[in-house]
């Protein structure tokens, strides 16, 4: 099998690369790969990628997510985000592939405390959001075999993410100020990638499991309640911290003006994902011990 992977960097990416490798050879590209397009800026120039390599299946990890940022420039977030995902799409269902694509929480409007469901209306809030929503909706659109996997606040051991900088914080700080009517599943990419290599062999056997689904860890926190953990985990491992969990003081959204509006309720229902694929999925307290773990102990 031969599987062609986009954004082999970003969080997610860099999982996949471990992940997808059993599954048969894996063709990795970022946006400087010179021997295939792979620039998602450059929407029009990947389906040439797409034919000349003729893989089985392909995975989009890349994606405008800098969610601020995207307000500032949404024709370059519609580009990444939208376009070369419809590009994708089309490219996959010409050669037969399995495309695999990762949208967002963002999609919905943040209301109410119910998990989101496939089905639900959605109602984006930022340009992000939108973005990803068109993303999602061409790739259902122009690829059959198609696999939108929503997932919502990833973090990975490699490079920056909210759990490190409320350990550098809380170094530095006695308190800390964090927001804590915001709910949803901090969902590590390692997690991510797992699940995505589980359900494309799965998909290779039973076509009819294509389509939406929604994928993050168990339980559910605040920004706050994360940050907590965070901390309590942190000086369990023997961390000196000048703010424990105790330090952290809870705010609402509004304490923090940002450019682009987030959810207030971005859980997300995963039951579907669960019962077609026959997975169990962890708490999200166990990924990011783990994560934690491994970045401190390192
Ligand atoms: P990252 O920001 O870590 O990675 C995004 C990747 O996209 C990077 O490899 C980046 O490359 C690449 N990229 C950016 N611009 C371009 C471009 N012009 N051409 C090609 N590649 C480009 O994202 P995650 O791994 O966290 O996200 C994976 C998926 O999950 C995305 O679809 C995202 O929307 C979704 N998601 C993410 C959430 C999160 O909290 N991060 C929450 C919910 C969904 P480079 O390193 O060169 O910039």
Redesign the pocket.
């Known amino acids: 099998m031969k599987v062609l992977l ?9 999982e996949l690369q471990r992940s997808l490798a059993p599954l048969g050879d894996v063709v990795a590209l ?3 790969s010179t021997e295939y397009a ?4 450059r929407p029009e120039r990947l389906a040439d990628t797409v034919t000349r390599l003729r893989p089985n299946v392909i995975v ?7 969610v601020d940022k995207a307000e500032s420039e949404p024709e ?1 977030a519609r ?3 939208a376009a ?1 995902p419809g590009v994708l799409a089309q490219a996959a269902q010409d050669v037969g592939a399995l495309l695999v ?6 999609v919905f409007d943040g209301g109410g405390d119910r998990p989101w469901r496939e089905f639900d209306a959605t109602g984006p809030l930022s340009v ?1 959001g939108q973005t ?1 929503l068109e993303g999602e909706q061409l790739v259902a659109r122009h690829c059959e075999r198609h696999l939108v996997l ?7 051991v490699r ?1 920056g993410n909210f759990a490190k900088t409320m350990l550098r914080l809380a170094k530095e700080r006695e308190r800390l100020t964090v927001i804590d009517d915001q709910f949803g599943a901090p ?1 590590g ?1 390692d997690l ?1 990638a797992d699940v995505t290599a589980h359900a494309i062999r799965s998909l290779m056997h039973e076509p009819s499991k294509a389509g939406l689904y929604h994928l993050v860890a168990a339980g559910e926190t605040t920004w706050h309640g994360y940050a907590r953990f965070v901390l309590a985990q942190a000086q369990a491992l023997g961390e000196v911290l000048k703010a424990g969990p105790d330090g952290v003081d809870a705010v609402p959204a509004s304490a923090f003006p940002a450019v682009a509006t987030r959810p207030h309720n971005s859980r997300l229902d995963t039951s579907r994902l669960r019962e077609v694929f026959g997975l169990n999925l962890p708490h999200w307290q166990e990924g990011v011990a783990r994560m934690l773990n491994e970045a401190l102990r390192s």
């Open positions: 986009f954004g082999k960097d970003g969080q997610v990416g860099w970022d946006r400087t792979a620039d998602f800026s989009n990890a890349a994606a405008h997510t800098a370059l580009a990444l985000n070369a694509h990762y949208s967002t929480d963002y992000y990803k929503r997932t919502s606040w990833v973090y990975a490079g969902t990419a991510i």
